[in-house]
């Protein structure tokens, strides 16, 4: 991974692109002299990786925990959506296509580079499987868009210059490029849990399928394009799960060291990690979870989704109370709750409620802790699923000392996948199985079919609880809940008027420590819903195209309701 990191550096000055038509950098490197040797190529090709941000790159944001336009986290004044207006620019659209475009030079090119047969199958099948997943960005967030399978010229006027083809059609194109890859990678690099390999392309896979799968049927009610999808997906899933490569990582305390270990390499969950290395590759997210200026808790909507330990549902309890013996002494606290709950719970939050007027370090007393800034939260639920008690205080709360790897695809997600693919085509018995999986793991109780006790996702009891348990799973992760909200067609669950216990937090009783320093609501529970509100409309389930690229196509079109 260092050589990975390392030339990354050397990768983004090679045919890096603002838009599809930059032709060759007017440096020593053309696509010519560069594109003539395995080590050019696997140099080019390291470039991949910085797509994949996790806990983020030297102070900058990842896609774990920081995302917040979701129900599980409540921010002060509420997260409005990404886009309420047309933009002139976007970020996701022009480094999608940016990066479309790095792909097909590769593909362009290898044609002539001495390398083995197998080893050339390997990286044609990286360029198709790179190309595909930017495409899936650029579509999972705007829909219709272009589908380019080469480098671009002057010549292609009706990519530059004409409307924008018909998302499934691009998908479809997408989906050519992800069999190709699965089934050409071959064993180059399978045994690596950093690279990508064959195991990375299935996951992959799978994650697009399911996307397009639950779309095709909520969004489209198109039930035949639907079961081809999910069945896809199924089938991708399967790969991983059958391949006795992967287990899930034992046990509660097993499932948080996924998230907060220094190494996970010889973790056998991982399917591939981001490894981050003191001095090289550093990230903040430990940081931003155990500091005193307050940051994103969570809500007390996510905090209700977890069932009960025996796995019955919650019966609604959620009132801490103070503590009594050493550094909990007349703190509130809610360890009892948190035994009583699924106990993943217990290994995402504190069990003691770190709001303002209520802070104190986390690891208080933890040799080597001692001083450490005081910890708090908006909803006084603290994040504790990424932080480790054994780095030291000083790198815990740096925004550039933090080095615990991070999961980018890893078995329980796609145990998770599977679940639901199967749900979705009736395979009830498939879907159980996969679920128990992860109770088991959890400590949980075999799935009980229980139903949404609010019936307000429409969906059998089966799809309900695969979901829940995606929720409780997959909290704080990938901002997946995001996506999943989108795919499901039930985005309106953001809306703060409808569903308000989403800007909401713990309950604070009015004589505890610091009560009088936070904004409570009429039953005593923190709440962050001020003068913001989040109002659904359906036009946020596609972004608007940028102002630039209609200037500069007029054919582009707009996305309704923009």
Request: hydrophobic residues 35%; negative net charge; glycine residues 8%.
């Amino acid at each position: 991974m260092k050589k990975i990191i390392l030339s990354l550096m050397a990768g983004m000055v090679l045919f890096t692109s603002c838009d599809l038509l930059n032709n060759d950098p007017y440096d020593s490197f053309t696509k010519g002299n560069f594109f003539t040797s395995e080590t050019n190529v696997e140099m080019y090709t390291n470039y991949f990786y910085s797509e994949w941000s996790g806990y983020g790159n030297n102070g900058t944001y990842g896609t774990f925990y920081f995302p917040t336009l979701n129900d599980n986290q409540a921010v002060t004044g509420i997260t409005t959506w990404d886009f309420t207006t047309i933009s002139a620019d976007d970020a996701t659209w022009n480094a999608s296509y940016a990066e479309v475009r790095r792909a097909n030079i590769l593909l362009e090119n290898l044609d002539g580079v001495p390398m083995s047969e197998t080893t050339m199958a390997y990286y044609q099948s990286l360029g198709r499987l790179y190309r595909a997943w930017q495409h899936f960005c650029v579509v999972r967030k705007f829909g219709d868009c272009y589908w380019v399978d080469h480098s671009l010229s002057t010549e292609d006027q009706d990519i530059l210059y004409g409307p924008r083809q018909n998302r499934n059609d691009v998908m479809d194109k997408m989906l050519e490029d992800l069999n190709y890859a699965v089934e050409n990678m071959g064993e180059k690099n399978a045994s690596s849990r950093t690279a990508y390999n064959v195991y990375v392309a299935q996951a992959i896979k799978a994650q697009i399928c399911l996307f397009e799968g639950t779309y095709s049927k909520y969004h489209k009610n198109d039930e035949a394009r639907a079961k081809k999808y999910l069945a896809e997906a199924k089938k991708a899933a399967e790969a991983i799960i059958n391949s006795g490569e992967f287990e899930l990582t034992p046990g509660a305390e097993g499932y948080r060291a996924n998230y907060n270990s220094l190494e996970l390499a010889g973790n056998k969950e991982m399917i591939m990690y981001k490894n981050y290395v003191q001095d090289i590759l550093r990230h903040a997210t430990q940081d931003y979870c155990c500091g005193s200026t307050p940051t994103n808790g969570m809500s007390k909507a996510a905090f209700n989704a977890y069932l009960m330990k025996d796995g019955s549902l919650p019966t609604g309890e959620d009132k801490g109370v103070l503590g009594t013996e050493g550094y909990d002494a007349g703190k509130p606290v809610i360890y009892a709750l948190l035994e009583a709950r699924d106990p993943r719970l217990a290994q995402q939050i504190d069990g003691y409620l770190c709001y303002v007027g209520n802070n104190r370090a986390r690891y208080e007393g933890v040799e080597g802790q001692i001083g450490a800034a005081e910890n708090t939260v908006t909803t006084g639920y603290g994040i504790l699923k990424f932080d480790e008690p054994e780095t030291p205080s000083g790198l815990r709360q740096s925004t550039t000392g933090n080095v615990t790897d991070c999961p980018l695809f890893w078995l329980a997600e796609i145990l998770l996948t599977h679940a639901e693919a199967c749900a979705e085509l009736g395979e009830t018995a498939a879907a159980t199985t996969s679920i128990n999986k992860l109770r088991a793991r959890a400590g949980m109780p075999d799935l009980k079919l229980q139903g949404d006790p609010a019936n307000n996702m429409g969906v059998s009891d089966l799809i309900w609880e695969v979901r829940r348990e995606r929720r409780v799973e997959l909290m704080f992760d990938n901002n997946d809940r995001y996506w999943s909200l989108i795919r499901w067609h039930q985005l309106d669950k953001l809306d703060t008027e409808k569903y308000p216990d989403q800007t909401k937090g713990a309950w604070i009783d009015a004589s505890w420590p610091g009560a009088d320093q936070v904004k409570r609501d009429a039953e005593g529970y923190i709440d962050l819903n001020d003068t913001y509100v989040r109002k659904f409309e359906e036009k946020h389930y596609l972004a608007p195209i940028p102002s630039s690229q209609s200037v500069l196509n007029p054919q582009i079109g707009q996305n309704p309701g923009w």
